[in-house]
Every structure is written in C-alpha cells, then in structure tokens.
C-alpha cells in the first residue's frame, strides 16, 4: 500500500517535471497533478532556478485565431489529433508527445516558437468545451483552429491567404 503510493507519488513528480522543462506553467501543474502548490513550486524552483510566474493564465481563445499563432495551434492540434487517434496515449501524456513533436517541426524547419505548452494545454480546453473547433481549409484541405460560433463556409487558411499588410506598408511608404 504504501509501496504504490510512492510510486505514484514518483510518477506525479515526473510529470510534473517534463511539464516544468517545457515551460509550463503553475496552474497547468495543478490542474494535471495531485502534488500540493506548494511542492510544486519547490519543484519548479529547483528546476528553473526561479519562483514560477503569479498571476491568472491571460489566455483568450481569439489569440489563437490571428494569423501566425493560428498556423502554429493547427500545426500543433493535427500532431495531437493523430497522436489520440492512432496511438493509447491520451490526457496530459498526449499534450507533452505532441507538444515535443511540434518543438521538433519548428526546429528543422528554423521557425520560432510561437504556441508555449501552457497555451497548447489551453487550447485543448477550448477545443473539448467547444469555444473553439477544427474545420478543413477548401484550398489546401489541411485542418485549421477556428472559432466555434462564427459561420465558416468556404473557409480559407492562413497559409494560402498570407496577409500582405507588410508589403502593403512598404508601397504606401514608397
Ligand atoms: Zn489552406
């Protein structure tokens, strides 16, 4: 009995750990673990070398759905999908496998990284209360994040309608 509680105990704390090194913040340790706060701000001292950031998660479901934070929540939630479809990994567990595999995309293909795992956490949130959902683009038939109550008929991606404001701003300039 008590043996397994430790095992447990040993469990949680490595959870807890991969979610601190990817960058995870407090209430996204709480609400995955059973470690008190105050272990799991010990933990994360002892991790990052720091006290973890106060404060409510200023997340709004809109940021995921401006242009370059949208192309990077898709990218992520097709990683994750596949990952819950196709594999027995579910949870907290399919989150960090998924959010690795995108660390990974950026970093062949020299991209910055824009979703933070606290933010991919709460973007499954949104997407399992239904504030936010998964439609195909009619272009490139790839799956995009887009708000649940508007009306997306016809809808076209990020990356096949790229916004021009930059070059726009330049003519003006000229
Ligand atoms: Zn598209």
Redesign the pocket.
């Known amino acids: 009995m008590r043996e397994k509680s430790l095992i447990s105990e040993a469990k949680q704390i490595q959870l807890a750990t991969d979610l601190i090194k990817l960058g995870a913040r407090l209430q996204v340790l709480e609400a995955n673990t059973e470690l008190s706060r105050e272990r799991l701000v010990r933990l994360y001292k002892e991790i990052k070398g720091i006290s973890p950031p106060k404060g409510m998660l200023p997340y709004s479901e809109d940021w995921f759905t401006s242009w370059q934070p949208n192309v990077h929540s898709s990218l992520f939630i097709n990683i994750y999908n596949f990952i819950i479809k196709h594999t027995n990994v579910h949870t907290i567990d399919a989150i960090i496998k998924s959010y690795k595999l995108y660390l990974e995309h950026i970093e062949i293909n020299s991209l910055q990284r824009v979703l933070s795992l606290t933010r991919a956490w709460t973007l499954v949130r949104f997407l399992e209360s239904r504030v936010l959902r998964v439609i195909p683009?009619t272009?490139?038939k790839?799956n995009?994040i887009v708000h649940s109550l508007e009306i997306h008929t016809n809808h076209?991606?990020g990356?096949?309608n790229i916004p021009s404001r930059a070059g726009k701003t330049k003519k003006k300039v000229a």
């Open positions: 683009c272009k490139c790839g995009f076209v991606c990356l096949c």
